[in-house]
T-cell receptor, first 112, second 113 residues
Framework: DGGITQSPKYLFRKEGQNVTLSCEQNLNHDAMYWYRQDPGQGLRLIYYSQIVNDFQKGDIAEGYSVSREKKESFPLTVTSAQKNPTAFYLC???????????FGQGTRLTVV | GQQLNQSPQSMFIQEGEDVSMNCTSS?????WLWYKQDPGEGPVLLIALYKAGELTSNGRLTAQFGITRKDSFLNISASIPSDVGIYFC?????????????WGAGTKLIIKP
């Protein structure tokens, strides 16, 4: 089945540890995105990539890093520099020209 | 920067009622998208609009791309319990070959018992 897969669904980490969230898509989409969602809030853009080996910061990139070595994959690392990392993280992909973004199921990260 | 104003923030409705929500901006968009998010899940695309004035339906849902390209609305007719969730609008624009998606803050739909 074509789609976008995030793993794991739930993730627990100790404060001060870096953690990497996985996002894979087999839709042949050029663009991929990472969003953060806090309870009762909308989506805030962390990073996006419109082509392999290139990515741009979104509105809240501080404390996060990404890579785009393959078209299918766009992992997000939440570093220890992120002051409040507990949140719901959503990955999406799109055919750039249409802008229709398709989302994964999300990863709920809890830092204790 | 670009901003979308989505309203209302939340709605309490009776089952069977019609629902209307909208997004407005001071900026022009090339595409308008409407999504629904269930708790703990990723948003799911409901309707995509590509042309000013376009009116598109998806079952009981109808959305329109405003003629000025600065607004869009979503209507849900005869609401049912599974319509409960958060609805987001998103507008796409192109600046210097960078395609950007701007998101509204969401409309939470709650059905009165």
């Amino acid at each position: 089945d074509g789609g976008i897969t995030q793993s794991p669904k739930y993730l627990f980490r100790k404060e001060g540890q870096n953690v990497t969230l996985s996002c894979e898509q087999n839709l042949n989409h050029d663009a991929m995105y990472w969003y953060r969602q806090d309870p009762g809030q909308g989506l805030r853009l962390i990073y996006y990539s419109q082509i392999v080996n290139d990515f741009q910061k979104g509105d809240i990139a501080e404390g996060y890093s990404v890579s785009r070595e393959k078209k299918e994959s766009f992992p997000l690392t939440v570093t220890s520099a992120q002051k409040n990392p507990t949140a719901f993280y959503l990955c999406a992909s799109s055919i750039v020209a249409t802008g229709e973004a398709f989302f994964g199921q999300g990863t709920r990260l809890t830092v204790v | 920067g670009q901003q979308l104003n989505q309203s209302p923030q939340s709605m309490f409705i009776q089952e069977g009622e019609d629902v209307s929500m909208n997004c407005t901006s001071s900026s022009i968009f090339n595409t308008w998208l409407w999504y629904k998010q269930d708790p703990g899940e990723g948003p799911v695309l409901l309707i995509a609009l590509y042309k000013a004035g376009e009116l598109t339906s998806n079952g009981r849902l109808t959305a329109q791309f405003g003629i000025t390209r600065k607004d869009s609305f979503l209507n849900i007719s005869a609401s049912i319990p599974s319509d409960v969730g958060i609805y987001f609008c998103a507008g796409q624009f192109n600046m210097d070959s960078n395609y950007q998606l701007i998101w509204g803050a969401g409309t939470k739909l709650i059905i009165k018992p």
